[in-house]
């Protein structure tokens, strides 16, 4: 009799991609967990990264029942960075979000010791999981794309997970025939390493299954059925076509692959002899840096493998996104650009950039434009006014004391171009008529600037503006005969707002009848690219409103070309600077815009006491499980037996009132080991389980 059954890892594969479909969401999952399509629930899990997994995995089930958003959500296992400056790199320096995060930054990462028998005996070896911002990623206003409809985040091959090895390894006797199979955890997901090079490792891509005679499997549309067992070969059938595959080979039947991993044959009761088969388009394949992703298109993918120094401490294996997104046009493998609510996704939902909000700041508008015929009144006459009917160029806030010139509050600031004087001067609106007639336009400053006999002038200001914490200073300038209007940013180093080209006769230092403040650009009949400079950028041609990297917003609702088409700018000032919140997570990282679900630690349920929980995990490591059991200390092994009937190969799923909230319940789903821990929850994900206090369904094989 030969029977000899191998043990199947356990392979935690999700489908969960950002802007896909989630595969289980045919799944209801019953009330009280999820009901009328509003969750009331939290996942719990222990220390074993697996069941973080797992319960990863469950988290996203439950959220497929709440929404059907395409925004990403955060994880709850996050490093948040709450003042990325806008058009700036999200890592830059000073920036909570670094460019190398491990497990002191995100507690889901790895830190631990490998365990492997080579073949000369069993050694550990320290590895560490990171995540990496490698490349430029950004966050981006209209400003530095137009067409972009709003902020957005890029990603210039910016994202990088790796399994670093901190000590080198014996990699040359993977695969060998004395050594242990290795078995890697990479992005959350179980590999089998087959062989491992310096650069390169060669992994287990097909599905592992235990089948009875007579089974059937699908791989893709094809139909795979278990015929016969012999002692040392197994009969398969492919859609019909049969072929005999002895023990350890592998045959291509009708384009599957099939191995013959294990044969268990039962002379004595051949209806209960069993097999351990491969199935796949391929049994394993070799991947060096730059190959497709296990998942991803051969041709185009957007995730790659990066493999570099396994022969040396320091060696990773690590998975690189593969894409330039910067504008607002790119589409790369089927990705773009991000914008608020939304980021970019790793592989098997382990990991995502989100770009999360704006600081809701406060705007108020300013406006500046032209008036053709003002009257203008000296100090100290309320009655006659020093100038009739003089174009002028306005500046107009929304209170009293938005601006000051000449140490004057007011809401309008008027300039002017003394054509007698060769200068400019300025006026205010004195609402509260101390000294002119009320609302009238009183002299400020009498010569803000003198224009030279070369028709010039240096930048001068004439105005300060104040909207909340938000400094600007309004400037005037003549080169060449030709003057500009600069509004500048105080509190972003002077950093240039909009710069506006004035129109009219040219400005000299000699009097002449017309006036110069007419409008914006030196052609007044059409606008022209550089009547509006915003954020050094001429836009007076453009059909896009924009914002800065501040948050000034120029247009908002309008376009800039239709300001300049009507000699009317209009700026939407905050009065805080605008700051991007974006966060690196991992956990439930979900395809959804709101959501109750909660994915937490067995040491943070207090957090979500008032939920219904699913305890994920045994009761060796999962402290709540244990409760749940009844137990204050930790079950293992024959102890968990015991208490629940599930032993070796058997998994249970138990409903009981919450340990920490008797109005609620909590599933424990749990198996003796971590593969048996998987297949409860593949299980659970159908959305079947009773939810009835005390049932419990045990102990059911997990193969």
């Not at 389980?689 to 094989?701: D, R």
């Amino acid at each position: 009799m030969k029977f000899n059954f191998k043990k199947i890892a356990s392979v935690l594969a999700t489908t969960v991609m950002l802007g896909s479909t989630v595969a289980f969401a045919a799944a209801a999952w019953p009330a009280p967990f999820v009901k009328d399509g509003a969750a009331d629930a939290a996942v719990v899990y222990g220390a074993a990264s697996t069941d973080f997994v797992a319960a990863t995995e469950l988290g996203a089930a439950l959220e497929s029942q709440v929404t059907t958003s395409s925004a990403v959500k955060a994880g709850d296992i996050k490093l948040t960075e709450d003042e990325v400056t806008l058009g700036g790199v999200i890592n830059a320096s000073g920036s909570k979000i670094i460019s190398t995060i491990e497990d002191n930054k995100l507690s889901a990462l790895a830190d631990d010791k490998l365990s492997w028998d080579d073949g000369t005996g069993v050694d550990e070896y320290n590895y560490h999981e990171e995540i990496d911002l490698v490349g430029n990623m950004s966050v981006i206003t209209t400003v530095n794309d137009e067409k972009l409809s709003g902020t957005a985040l890029t990603n210039e091959q910016a994202l990088e997970y790796k399994f670093v090895f901190d000590d080198a390894m014996n990699y040359s006797a993977v695969g060998e025939n004395d050594s242990d199979t290795l078995y890697l955890t990479i992005m959350g997901q179980e590999y089998e390493i087959e062989d491992m090079a310096a650069t390169s490792i060669t992994v287990t891509t097909s599905k592992e299954i235990s089948m009875s005679v007579g089974q059937e499997y699908m791989q893709g549309t094809k139909k795979v059925t278990l015929v016969d067992v012999f002692d040392g070969s197994i009969e398969v059938s492919v859609d019909g076509k049969t072929e005999v595959i002895n023990e350890g080979n592998t045959k291509r039947i009708n384009g599957v692959r099939v191995h013959a991993e294990t044969v268990g044959y039962h002379s004595n009761s051949p209806e209960t002899s069993k097999a351990v088969v491969k199935i796949g388009e391929d049994i394993s394949k070799t991947y060096s840096s730059g190959d497709e992703y296990i998942g991803q298109d051969e041709d185009d993918p957007l995730w790659v493998w990066d493999i570099a120094n396994l022969d040396s401490a320091g060696g990773y294996i690590g998975v690189k996104y593969n894409a330039k997104i910067n504008s607002a046009n790119d589409d790369v493998a089927g990705d773009s650009i991000k914008y608020v609510g939304q980021g970019y996704t790793f592989p098997n939902n382990y990991a995502a950039v989100t770009l999360d909000s704006l600081t809701a700041a406060k705007y108020q508008d300013l406006k500046v434009y032209f008036e053709d015929s003002v009257d203008l009144f000296n100090y100290a006459d309320s009655s006659t006014a020093m100038a009739e009917s003089k174009p002028v160029l306005v500046i107009e806030g929304a209170n009293t004391d938005t601006l000051t010139t000449g140490g004057n509050e007011t809401d309008k600031v008027y300039l002017y171009l003394n054509t007698t004087a060769a200068a400019f001067q300025t006026f205010y609106r004195d609402f509260d008529g101390d000294r002119t007639p009320s609302g009238k336009m009183r002299l400020a400053n009498a010569s803000v600037a003198t224009i030279t006999a070369s028709n010039a002038t240096s930048e001068v200001p004439f105005a300060t503006i104040q909207i909340g914490d938000t400094d600007l200073t309004a400037r005037v300038s003549v080169t060449n005969g030709i003057g500009t209007v600069a509004i500048t940013n105080d509190d972003a180093s002077n950093a240039a707002v909009v710069n506006l080209t004035l129109g009219g006769n040219k400005i000299t230092n000699t009097t002449y009848a017309s006036g110069t403040l007419e409008g914006l650009g030196t052609s007044l009949e059409d606008a022209q690219a550089s009547d509006i400079i915003f954020a050094n950028t001429n836009v007076g041609t453009k059909e896009y409103d924009y914002m800065d990297s501040y948050g000034i917003k120029l247009a908002d609702g309008s376009t800039a070309k239709a300001e300049a088409d009507a000699d009317v700018v209009e700026l939407s000032v905050p009065e805080e600077q605008v700051y991007a919140q974006v966060t690196v997570s991992m956990g439930a990282v979900v395809d959804a815009s709101s959501s109750s679900i909660k994915v937490v630690k067995d040491t943070e349920v207090d957090s979500v006491k008032d939920k219904n929980l699913v305890v994920v995990g045994g009761s060796c490591i999962n402290t709540v499980a244990a409760q749940i059991l009844g137990s204050s200390t930790p079950l293992c092994g024959a102890a968990f037996s015991d208490k629940t009937g599930a032993g070796v190969d058997k998994y249970l799923v138990q409903v009981a009132a919450s340990p920490v909230n008797s109005q609620k319940i909590a599933m424990l789903v749990a198996g003796y080991e971590a593969a048996d821990t998987a297949k409860a929850v593949a299980k659970v994900k159908e959305g079947k389980e009773s939810t009835e206090v005390g049932k419990v369904v045990y102990p059911l094989s997990s193969a």
